[in-house]
């Protein structure tokens, strides 16, 4: 019995508190509206900075964004610049070998017509040799034949003087012979006369 009776005071103390504790959270209008706007105004002061930030984050967001299309707008512009240097880059090494092979071709011509004026020299100077050889040939031959004339001309001009000498010693001993027949004569005239 004494455990019901306790029983029932806890069920009633427990009534009267939920009673007691809903009349307390009773608030009246003017506290609940000034506690509203207080509420209102710290949640306002509150959030103030996080709007700040926030707007701040969305100005940043919209700079990224606009930075981003302007990276990429460059990146495009960097892109089309590559490939136009590259294809540069490919033109002018299509150039670059073309001029290799034009250098080489002419090198290629320079040293055959290097080596065709060496054969040609050569020859010029084998033809000069030749010449020359001739033409020291052509001397002495044409000294010997001169040579020759001249011991000719000078047999004939000696054989000419032996003539001349000759008929003048006929002439000479012819003379004689007259001379001597004469003497002859006059001599036998003499005897004759004796």
Same mark, same amino acid.
Do not use: C
């Given at each position: 019995?004494?455990k019901?009776?306790m029983?029932?005071? &806890? ?5 009267d508190?939920?009673s007691?504790?809903? /009349?307390a ?5 003017? %506290?609940?509206?000034?506690l509203?706007?207080? %509420?209102?105004? %710290? $949640? ?10 926030l707007a701040?984050?969305?100005?940043d967001?919209?700079a990224?964004r606009e930075? *981003? ?11 089309? /610049?590559?490939?136009?240097?590259? &294809?540069?880059?490919?033109r ?6 073309d001029?290799?092979?034009?250098a080489?071709?002419a090198? %290629?011509?320079? $040293? ?6 060496? *054969?040609k ?5 084998d033809?000069r040799?030749q010449?020359?050889r001739?033409v $020291? ?9 001169l040579r /020759? #004339?001249?011991?000719?001309? *000078?047999?004939t ?5 032996? #003539? *001349? ?13 007259a001379?001597?027949s004469?003497l ?7 005897? &004759?006369?004796?």
């Amino acid at each position: 019995m004494k455990k019901a009776a306790m029983k029932d005071h &806890a069920a009633m103390s427990n009534q009267d508190k939920t009673s007691i504790g809903a /009349a307390a959270l009773e608030i009246p209008d003017a %506290v609940a509206a000034a506690l509203s706007g207080w %509420v209102q105004q %710290v $949640a306002e002061q509150t959030a103030a900075p996080v709007r700040e930030a926030l707007a701040d984050l969305e100005a940043d967001a919209a700079a990224l964004r606009e930075s *981003g299309a302007s990276l990429a707008a460059e990146r495009d512009q960097a892109l089309a /610049a590559s490939s136009e240097h590259a &294809a540069e880059i490919e033109r002018l090494n299509t150039e670059l070998r073309d001029a290799r092979q034009v250098a080489t071709e002419a090198l %290629v011509s320079k $040293a055959k017509d290097q080596l065709a004026i060496d *054969g040609k020299d050569r020859q010029l100077a084998d033809l000069r040799a030749q010449l020359e050889r001739n033409v $020291a040939a052509q001397a002495s031959e044409s000294d010997a034949r001169l040579r /020759a #004339e001249m011991e000719l001309v *000078g047999a004939t001009t000696a054989r000419d003087n032996f #003539e *001349g000498e000759l008929k003048t010693l006929r002439t000479q001993l012819d003379k004689s012979y007259a001379e001597r027949s004469a003497l002859r004569a006059e001599l036998e005239s003499l005897r &004759a006369k004796k």
